[in-house]
């Protein structure tokens, strides 16, 4: 049905994960694009692998996410908007990160609009205001909210990530979609989506997950001495951790 398109986001430096994923989505070969929405990196420890293998593709499309953002404010020698253990944990990234990617970073777009069968789609990390600035999370979001926000928009389909949970809602002017964090998860599964849309603007979304094997990217935490790790295996991962243990 239609022309089909993956959407990833929140990778958050989990290789492990994309790698995974990609390897289903090659599998498809109804897949014409992929469009990634953000936060390649940061969180986990595979930063420069995951770059390297979305920067290797053709086929993909990508915007920036908050943590690139400030990744990119402390290699200027700007404030980044993190604090405290965030802020370390940053610092740690930027200072790992291989030279050859930032200037690809640099040149990613907060937005991208794209067009399929007269079906309007948006695709940003998150939420921007006026002034093209990131909108703190909404952890309680609605439709009624979400039509605020983008009233001056004309898109038909809005897709982000950043609040790692899915999202999935629909009014009388626009669907929303978040796929929820690719990297992020506390069991062993990497979700995405697959969206198709038909000629006369039919849509048929689907939410992956795949299954990997996250025993090696979770005991490197500790093998790498990264910043703030037991707070990140406890928030993001869930401590599955303590099972290989």
Request: hydrophobic share 35%; aromatic share 10%; net charge negative.
């Amino acid at each position: 049905m239609g022309d089909k398109i993956a959407i990833l986001t929140d990778i958050h430096g989990n290789c492990t994960a994309l790698t995974a994923v990609l390897e289903e989505i090659d599998q498809n070969d109804e897949v014409q694009h992929i469009y990634c929405l953000g936060d390649l990196i940061g969180i986990g420890h595979e930063t420069n692998e995951v770059l390297d293998v979305l920067f290797s593709r053709r086929d993909l499309s990508i915007v920036l996410g908050n943590h690139e953002e400030a990744i990119l404010a402390i290699l200027n020698g700007k404030e980044p908007k993190s604090k405290g253990n965030e802020r370390a944990h940053h610092e740690w990234i930027a200072s790992h990160i291989s030279e050859d990617f930032i200037s690809y970073i640099k040149e990613f777009p907060k937005s991208i609009m794209a067009k399929q069968h007269d079906v309007n789609l948006l695709f940003t990390h998150y939420h921007l205001d006026e002034k093209e600035q990131f909108l703190q999370v909404d952890y309680e979001p609605t439709v009624k909210k979400l039509d605020e926000i983008y009233q001056k928009s004309n898109a038909d389909i809005v897709c982000f990530g950043h609040h790692h949970v899915v999202h999935h809602f629909k009014s009388k002017e626009r669907m929303y979609f978040n796929p929820g964090s690719l990297g992020c998860n506390h069991k062993p599964l990497a979700p995405y989506a697959i969206l198709s849309i038909g000629e006369g603007g039919s849509i048929d979304l689907s939410l992956k997950e795949v299954p990997y094997d996250n025993q090696e990217f979770l005991l490197t935490f500790d093998k790498l001495n990264v910043p703030a790790k037991e707070f990140i295996l406890n928030l993001f991962y869930g401590n599955q951790h303590l099972k290989y243990l």
